[in-house]
């Protein structure tokens, strides 16, 4: 066991959770019968775990390229849902940008603000440093702001993408129930 | 991890009377009853799926094996969870046998993870004890999964006979 396992099943778990029922609750309750009429489809989950598995930086750009394409097909009269207050699409996609980056305010939980809590006191940028100390230090800060997204990222989207597929699945008609579980 | 998150904890032990107390949960009668209950339901849901030569005994559900699997060799408790939503979460004819005990199953495993929070106040003691209430529990299942599985087959053998 490692501080890791211990961040995973205390905080990281309980954040993908809670985050995959509060859109399905917000956008999925009005009921998505057929997979077709999901936000998502699986494809595109798949492509969001390998990017998160992969590429942890590149995330924000994928998202933002998703929800770009989201909203053209809404302009142009799509398939959305335009009953409901936003284009459910869009939303999953913002979603994910801000899961990762936060919102503008800073306000609610994501996964950057969760790694500035555990930054190493060594990398941590001192005020007043300037020149190669600083620059050295900015450059680990860095690599070790990588390594966290390697190995933090994979297993959040994993569990989130996991819950959300669960939660759309025993939603379908015929599906096992509409209780939510863990 | 190498990410630096705060100090490695190797090789922590759980303390002796906190496993004696998650022993007497898993041997409490009520609870061996719902083990073994959900043991059943999980062989009416995957019985027949690998098939079996008539007069032959059924192999065990390689379903059944996986979450066996999972449970005894998880390094987080969360992982029997994430496991059993990404089967339920899934397309075509086991993912439908999964729906119909998945939430027996994650029901179960939401009260191991309170009765550890209940019994151990410290986090990595309850980290521990999730795993261990775990593997309690997963032999619990098992072993109502075989007895049911024995009983049918006795059934069928006598009904044949």
Known sequence: ?182 | MNANLPEEQHSVVLPLNLVRKADQFLDDETQQKRFADLGRKIYDAFSGENGGRPGESAPVSSQLRNLQQIAVSASRFSEIANFVKRQMGRTGKVAERWRKVGEEILKQLEQLEQQAAHLAADQTQRFLLRLYLARGWIRAVVGGYMFEKALREMGKKGLTE
């Open chain 1, 1 to 182: 066991m490692n501080a890791l396992d211990l961040l995973v099943d205390d905080v990281i778990v309980r954040e993908a959770v809670r985050l995959a029922e509060e859109f399905v609750g917000s956008y999925a309750e009005l009921g998505y019968g057929r997979e077709s009429d999901w936000p998502v489809s699986r494809a595109q989950l798949k492509g969001l775990l390998q990017i998160a598995s992969n590429e942890p930086e590149q995330l924000v750009n994928f998202a933002d390229h998703q929800a770009e394409k989201a909203r053209r097909g809404e302009q142009s009269g799509g398939r959305s849902r335009r009953t409901q207050p936003d284009n459910p699409k869009e939303a999953f996609w913002k979603l994910i940008k801000e899961i990762v980056q936060g919102d503008p305010q800073q306000k609610k939980w994501s996964l950057e603000k969760l790694r500035r809590q555990y930054v190493p006191q060594e990398f941590q940028l001192v005020p007043g440093e300037t020149g190669q100390a600083k620059k050295e230090r900015e450059a680990k800060l860095r690599e070790w702001e990588r390594q966290w997204n390697r190995e933090v990222f994979p297993v959040f989207f994993r569990t989130f993408v996991n819950h959300f597929l669960y939660l759309m699945e025993v939603r379908k008609p015929g599906g096992k129930s509409k209780d939510k579980g863990r």
